[in-house]
């Protein structure tokens, strides 16, 4: 997932992916509970964007934890390895705050 918001900031909750038919939640610290990215998601900034994000306690959906972020410029990006099964159809799902402001982007991105 990737994220710009000029000059304000997203909050991400609660993400998932399972299989449609069902089944347990594919991503791993899906609410950010642990208080950290650390051991679940690789964080990039490459650009070097001001104001990237972080492990935050403020806008959280459920929980105590969300991922905060108000990239600048250039978005920075979350990524997660998961085991998927070839040929089925999965659903992904996320909860997404805005804080407002006149450029924001977000892009969820599958790949395998």
């Known amino acids: 997932m990737a994220f710009r918001q000029d000059p304000s900031y997203w909050a991400l909750d609660n993400i998932s992916v399972t299989l449609s038919t069902g089944g347990p939640n594919l991503v791993q610290n899906p609410g950010f509970e642990t208080g950290s990215l650390t051991g679940y998601y690789a964080f990039c900034n490459p650009s070097s964007s001001s104001a990237s994000g972080t492990v935050s306690s403020s ?5 105590t934890y969300c991922y905060y972020g108000g990239s600048v410029g250039n978005p920075d ?4 390895t998961m085991a998927a ?6 659903t992904i799902s996320f909860w997404l705050w805005n804080q407002g402001g006149p450029t924001n982007s977000a892009t969820t991105i599958v790949s395998g």
């Open 59 to 63: 806008n959280a959906h459920s929980g």
């Open 77 to 80: 990006y979350l990524s997660q």
């Open 85 to 90: 099964i070839p040929n089925n159809y999965y």
